[in-house]
């Protein structure tokens, strides 16, 4: 053999063999033995997966993955019959929110029964008097008339005047749509009897006689008294931040996203503290963040679309078309129920073209629009407004639009939507904590059974999301799974409403995962374990596809991965 064939021969061998070490040998980390569910196409399980540089690189067999990518250094590891899937992704809460009413104020949500009463919120809001200091205010949260005892019991200032009279109390209605405040308060925000409604749905709620009742509808109003409270010092807020985001991590969730930055403190200083967290590495979860409509200025382009990088990305803006259905509050096509021979329905925030003309700049600088709409009438206005927006842009595909809850709804309604592209999230809590109030007091059975219609969605063809939107109920994504599927009701007895429109295990599963993914821009990076995604994963101490539906809730998080490496939610 010539030589120069012989050394050309020798280079191939040895170039094929550089190139097999460096590919087949390389995995950072590798599991096996437990299912790991992909959640792809298929829906399908495999028995390992490889990590390398914080993206999936295999998934198989365990003597193909392994053959291929396990080298020395690399770190296997044994799930011991656990169950790895993707994280968890949570397409609706409001994280900084969250913070402020679940670890800075006074925390009086209620889960669990029984109910609470007037009498024993006043007490605890009393046993919190002495925490509050001097000048401050008594802050609170998570008061709900539909579920207090007697039946839509509610607070008002005559009763916050009975915790006190020297000290501000405001209290936040488990809904964020209402919200409660003793005389005190009223007088600090200068809110008189004679004080005209601020717009926008905001409402200083009077009695008969015209005096005020202490009671707030919407964020327009609430932010005139907000505007009066102390605020909390940077690290109070930064701290309560990150243990939100760590209890999400604590759930599964890998990426978030925040609905409504700039509801608390402004958008500049919510997208600042965002930033700051992402930057400095101490934010525990990707977030994905929403403008809220309320707070942006005629013109604003301070914040682009899709501006960020793959851990935080802003990407929307976010508009509030009506109220809370279990608060009387959202706007319904026929009236209430509750009282016998209510002729109230609900009232709108904005009318039609107001909305639209608030929305339209936004839309056309190419940011995703998401509308709260939990009545039939909202849903129906933001359906109209969504077919003007995509009519008005013909070059506009893809656009992903979404409605938040679509709570009260029609089949029409659903087969618009699906038509249109619009994604639907459902606050599948609705079910679990209100079910049984909607169905037998509120709205009634024919409109009860057909809230949070995903089922609906499925046989038409659409996508939808389920989350929390936190802090309205509990984070937890493998409690939407539960949720979703057996459409129970808490509230004894048990009943499962509108069972038309559950899905399976899978379906709901693909809702908190690759959908939700796909709802907010990002299915080629998480949302299901594929070679080339981003290594977010949940490790779970059971297969919810092998559980009991109603038991998929109570499967324990052991581990959360990012970028293949594990969260810390200590």
């Known amino acids: 053999m010539h030589l120069l064939s012989r050394i050309t021969i020798a280079s191939i061998c040895l170039l094929s063999a550089s190139q097999i070490a460096n590919a087949a040998g390389n995995a950072d980390t590798i599991f096996y033995g437990g299912p790991i569910v992909t959640v792809n196409a298929k829906n399908e399980e495999v028995q390992a997966l490889a990590i390398q540089d914080g993206k999936i690189v295999a998934a198989g067999t365990k003597g193909a993955v392994t053959k291929k990518w396990q080298a020395s250094s690399t770190n296997m590891i044994d799930l011991k019959g656990q169950t790895l899937m993707p994280g968890f992704v949570e397409p609706h809460v409001h994280i900084i929110n969250t913070a402020v009413s679940n670890v800075l104020w006074v925390n009086l949500s209620n889960f669990t029964l029984p109910y609470d009463t007037l009498d024993s919120l006043a007490q605890k809001l009393k046993a919190q008097l002495g925490t509050v200091p001097q000048g401050g205010w008594l802050l609170a949260s998570g008061a709900d008339p539909s579920r207090t005892s007697p039946f839509m019991a509610e607070l008002t200032a005559d009763i916050l005047d009975k915790v006190s009279t020297e000290v501000p109390i405001f209290v936040m209605n488990q809904s964020d749509h209402i919200a409660y405040v003793n005389h005190k308060a009223l007088d600090l925000a200068g809110i008189k009897d004679q004080t005209p409604n601020p717009g926008n749905g905001g409402v200083y709620v009077k009695d008969a006689q015209g005096k005020l009742t202490g009671k707030l509808l919407e964020f327009p109003a609430f932010a005139t008294v907000m505007s009066k409270f102390p605020a909390p010092t940077q690290a109070q807020l930064i701290g309560a931040i990150q243990k939100t985001m760590k209890n999400m991590a604590s759930k599964g969730a890998t990426t978030v996203a925040d609905v409504g930055v700039g509801s608390y403190a402004g958008i500049e200083k919510e997208v600042a503290i965002y930033k700051g967290l992402v930057a400095n590495g101490s934010a525990p979860v990707r977030v994905r963040g929403y403008l809220w409509g309320e707070s942006l200025p005629t ?102 639009l979404r409605i938040e809850h679509f709570t009260i709804n029609t089949p029409d309604q659903v087969q618009r939507a699906v038509k249109m592209g619009v994604i639907p999230g459902f606050t599948i809590g609705h079910v679990d904590y209100w079910g049984e109030a909607f169905n037998d007091r509120l709205i009634g059975p024919e409109r009860s059974k057909r809230i949070d219609p995903a089922g609906d969605f499925k046989r038409a063809g659409g996508k939808f999301t389920l989350h929390s939107d936190t802090p309205v109920t509990n984070f937890g994504p ?88 594990q969260v810390s939610w200590q």
């Open 299 to 400: 013109g604003y382009n301070a914040v682009k679309p899709n501006e960020g990088n793959d851990f935080l990305r802003f990407i929307g803006v976010k508009y509030i078309s009506d109220g809370s259905t279990q608060g009387l509050t959202a706007a319904l096509n026929d009236p209430y129920i509750y009282p016998s021979g209510s002729n109230w329905s609900g009232d709108l925030n904005y009318k039609d073209d107001q909305l639209l003309g608030l929305m339209k700049p936004f839309f056309d600088q190419g940011w995703q629009i998401a509308i709260h709409s939990n009545g039939d009438k909202a849903v129906e206005q933001s359906l109209n407004n969504y077919e003007k927006l995509l009519g008005q842009n013909p070059k506009a595909k893809d656009r992903r």
């Open 478 to 565: 493998l409690n939407y799974i539960s949720e979703e599927v057996t459409r129970l009701w808490q509230a004894s007895p048990q009943k499962a409403l509108g069972k038309n429109q559950g899905v399976s295990v899978d379906d709901a599963i693909r809702a908190v995962t690759i959908d939700a993914a796909y709802d907010l821009f990002s299915e080629n990076l998480i949302g299901s374990l594929e070679v080339g995604k981003k290594a977010d994963l949940v490790v779970l101490e059971k297969n919810p596809r092998k559980t009991a539906p109603e038991d998929i809730r109570n499967i324990k998080v052991k581990e959360t991965w990012i970028d293949g490496k």
